[in-house]
């Protein structure tokens, strides 16, 4: 029976047992007989209310997302189809981009876009109220920004670029400027613009290329900071979380960040700044962007990780959870095909490594929004996850290593004793 239908069972019955019970006393009234037995009925009804209420709370809802680019989100008949998704799927979460690496800024309202030609605010028409469509139907929507790859404000604004030794716009391989992770300036340009996506409706803002660049002749970067290096790319980065949570946390606003997925493995910042701990101190969830196709051959002695979906995953997300809690991480995973051919065997094998190592949320990555529908469960998978039985070599082989971890932890307290 739902909590609803029996409330409405129980309420009444509370009034007549007041009734019964009598009211407060006053000069005209008389004290019943027996006081005690009526307060009791009273309270045992309250008490059944009580265990009702607190033995049913609501499910735990898992973050199953899908990314949306701006043109899927501004035509009414992908607004349809994508919705239709959500309706029959396991899928609950819409990442939608906001601004985009070409430096688009999909909003209206944001000061600093309008007054330099970066607004595109008519290429999602409507966003407000489409968010609270969205809303209506309990999907939980995210701001994607991307933060310092950007082509059209270092054009306009170029004391906010990553410059040449020469005093030009430096450019990766692809001939897209960045905006320079030192300049507070462009801190306060990325934060306004999360803030006007929070007022429009948005639940949470996602940082992704929040990093230095990586492609490209990065040794002719120049920076503000004349003394550029590891450690001062790596307290940037943090410097602009802790920022940008101060702002969207006054907000009721939750965090998130997009990252390499190496970086829940590597002993460095992988020279772009990025470091996960230091960096998951200041946001709510950690999106490592783990796609077997962007892995090397060898990672993880794996001979062609585009073609092991499940083992990528898995040693991604063993890495990442002896760093960061397990309920902070939301892998972005591999829906497209780049070399190897991706459907519904690969995405699931994905989402099956993730929950094998006890993580319940992720995100599905497609360019084009294209998604392998076969690979996804229906509504009702949003509230749970099952562990493969019997258990993978590879959790197999976790669970030894634990067991020798706590065998040798247990070794130096005898030690020490």
């Not at 607004?119 to 969205?134: C, D, E, T, V």
């Not at 940082?207 to 120049?222: A, L, M, N």
Request: a neutral charge; proline letters at 5%.
């Amino acid at each position: 029976m739902k909590i609803k239908n029996i409330i409405l069972f129980i309420a009444p019955l509370l009034l007549l047992i007041s009734a019964c019970s009598g009211t407060a006393p006053n000069s005209n009234s008389k004290i019943l007989e027996y006081p005690q037995e009526s307060q009791t009925i009273t309270d045992i009804a309250y008490r059944i209310l009580n265990r009702i209420t607190a033995e049913e709370p609501p499910p735990k809802k898992y973050i199953r997302g899908i990314h949306l680019t701006a043109p899927i989100s501004s035509i009414n008949k992908h607004r349809v189809a994508v919705m239709e998704l959500f309706d029959s799927t396991e899928l609950n979460t819409a990442v939608i981009d906001v601004k985009e690496l070409e430096g688009q800024v999909y909003m209206d309202g944001v000061k600093t876009a309008d007054a330099n030609g970066t607004s595109f605010a008519r290429a999602i028409p409507n966003l407000g109220q489409y968010l609270a469509k969205l809303k209506e139907k309990d999907i939980y929507t995210v701001a994607r920004i991307v933060v310092f790859r950007d082509n059209l404000m270092p054009r306009k604004k170029t004391k906010w670029a990553v410059k040449r030794p020469d005093g030009s716009l430096w450019m990766d391989r692809k001939e897209i400027t960045w905006l320079d992770p030192y300049n507070e300036e462009v801190w306060d340009y990325i934060i306004e613009i999360a803030e006007r996506a929070v007022d429009l409706g948005f639940e949470e803002i996602q940082f992704d290329y929040i990093r230095f660049p990586s492609d490209g002749d990065i040794t002719k970067c120049r920076y503000i900071n004349k003394e550029h290096s590891t450690e001062t790319a790596e307290k940037a980065l943090v410097d602009f979380l802790k920022k940008a949570n101060k702002k969207l946390k006054a907000k009721n606003a939750k965090i998130s960040i997009d990252v390499f997925g190496l970086t829940t493995t590597a002993e460095n910042d992988m020279g772009i700044g990025q470091r996960i701990v230091e960096m998951a101190e200041h946001v709510d969830y950690v999106s490592p962007m783990v796609y077997p196709s962007h892995y090397g051959k060898g990672n993880y002695g794996v001979a062609n990780p585009n073609k092991e979906p499940y083992t990528i995953v898995y040693k991604s997300m063993e890495g990442a959870i002896k760093r960061i809690p397990a309920e902070k991480l939301r892998p972005w995973l591999q829906d497209f095909t780049l070399g190897y051919p991706y459907g519904k065997e690969q995405v699931r094998a994905q989402i099956q490594a993730c929950y094998d190592n006890g993580i319940g949320d992720w995100l599905l990555w497609n360019a084009r929004c294209v998604y392998t529908r076969d690979a996804l469960k229906g509504n009702d998978a949003e509230t749970s996850f099952e562990q493969s039985d019997p258990p993978t070599p590879e959790m197999l082989k976790t669970a030894q290593e634990k067991e020798k971890e706590q065998a040798k932890k247990n070794a130096n307290d005898e030690r020490e004793n």
